[in-house]
């Protein structure tokens, strides 16, 4: 009697929704609604949540999910029964695929960004230009802007080298370079190539930098303060000492990837280059050389010597002014810092001085017992 009772109270139940739905108080959904719905929710979300942030995508889900439901609650209200589920659950695929493949494709530009200027700049510049740009938007075109450059080389190397071991040439090739890219990377700069001894480095690309005629004056600096320690670095290893000078130059260049098609170069071209390459071969060593736009956007932070007697070929000596970095200071309101060629030339003396008696012992030979 009991289990009676309770199939009479189902069947009641079922009755009653039959009644419902064929006396046509309620309009039901057709199938086919419920697909084509289903399918263009699916394909709404899936473009409109790849446009934007991840945070705003899932912003937008959760208010389409919302919005669904409260038109399915006011279409119930006004007798149409639409469907409660499979929309939902295509609007949350839709848009968990879409955010997950854009996250792919982002992180495989951001990879690819990575690998292409990493060896060139700073990681940090380099992870910057990944969550900013694409690969293509960086690599696709050249174009023309204001740089400055940095050329710094060492004083008579080829010369020396001439006379050196092999395995010697490179170690002091190696540290050099390590000590170098180092200071220009920490002054956000990006290394343009290497040419044998010489280090070239651009600022004001990839990346915009507002003052890059002052980091790349500051980064001279240290590339000359750090000659001590990288001196006796040489010393240490029985290696002989070096001495290296700067040039730097300010104005519009061409900047881009380029090359041929097998091998591209990210590298600037256009006369601003060629002259702070040439104020690199007459500088002496130890000491910065620069021309008339870099010391106009540092002049606050610089003090300079004119070089009147330098002569650069196709540069008329009544019209373009060369300088000589002399001191430096950290704001308009800091003491003067003379700059450190006087403590490079004196540690490169010594360390000279050093690596010749160790050449006339070991020439020596060991003493007879």
């Known amino acids: 009697m009991c289990i009676r009772d309770r199939n009479y109270g189902y069947r009641i139940m079922g009755d009653a929704i039959s009644t419902v739905l064929s006396d046509r ?27 934007p942030s991840f945070r705003n995508g899932m912003l937008i889900t959760g208010g389409l999910l919302l919005g669904y439901f409260g038109l399915t609650g006011v279409l119930g209200q006004n007798g149409y029964l639409t469907d409660p589920l ?16 854009r996250y792919v ?41 204001d740089l400055t450059m940095l050329f710094v080389d060492i004083r008579g190397f080829t010369a020396m080298s001439e006379a050196m071991r092999a395995e010697d040439v490179l170690a002091v090739i190696q540290d050099y370079l390590d000590e170098m890219s180092a200071l220009i990377f920490k002054w956000d700069g990006t290394i343009d190539k290497y040419v ?5 480095a651009i600022w004001n690309s990839p990346v915009a930098q507002p003052n890059h005629a002052l980091l790349a004056v500051r980064c001279a600096y240290d590339l000359i303060n750090e000659a001590p320690s990288l001196l006796a670095k040489l010393a240490a290893k029985g290696l002989p000492p070096i001495g290296w000078g700067i040039g730097i130059n300010t104005g519009p260049a061409v900047v881009g990837n380029m090359g041929s098609k097998d091998r591209l170069q990210y590298t600037a071209l256009g006369d601003t280059v060629n002259t ?13 050389i620069l021309g008339q736009p870099t010391f106009d956007a540092c ?8 070089m009147p007697g330098i002569q650069l070929k196709g540069k008329s000596a009544e019209t373009f002014r060369i300088f000589k970095l002399g001191a430096i200071r950290e704001n308009t309101q800091s003491p003067w810092v003379k700059f450190p060629t006087d403590a490079a030339l004196a540690a490169y003396a010594a360390q000279k001085r ?16």
């Open 25 to 51: 108080y309620i309009r039901v959904q057709p199938a086919i609604s419920v697909f084509l719905a289903t399918l263009l929710l699916s394909a709404i979300v899936g473009l409109v949540v790849y446009l």
């Open 86 to 101: 499979y929309a939902p659950i295509a609007i949350a695929l839709a848009a968990s695929f879409s955010l997950g493949a």
């Open 105 to 145: 494709l982002e992180e495989r530009e951001r990879r690819k960004v990575e690998l292409i200027f990493g060896h060139y700049i700073d990681p940090r510049i380099a992870r910057q230009l990944a969550s900013t740009k694409s690969a293509d938007a960086i690599i696709s075109r050249g174009e023309r802007r």
């Open 196 to 200: 044998g001894d010489e280090v070239v």
């Open 276 to 288: 702070a390459a040439r104020f690199c071969g007459v500088a002496e060593p130890f000491t910065v």
């Open 299 to 306: 002049a606050e932070y610089i003090a300079v010597d004119q």
């Open 354 to 369: 050093l690596y010749a008696w160790q050449s006339v012992f070991a020439a020596a030979g060991p003493p007879e017992s």
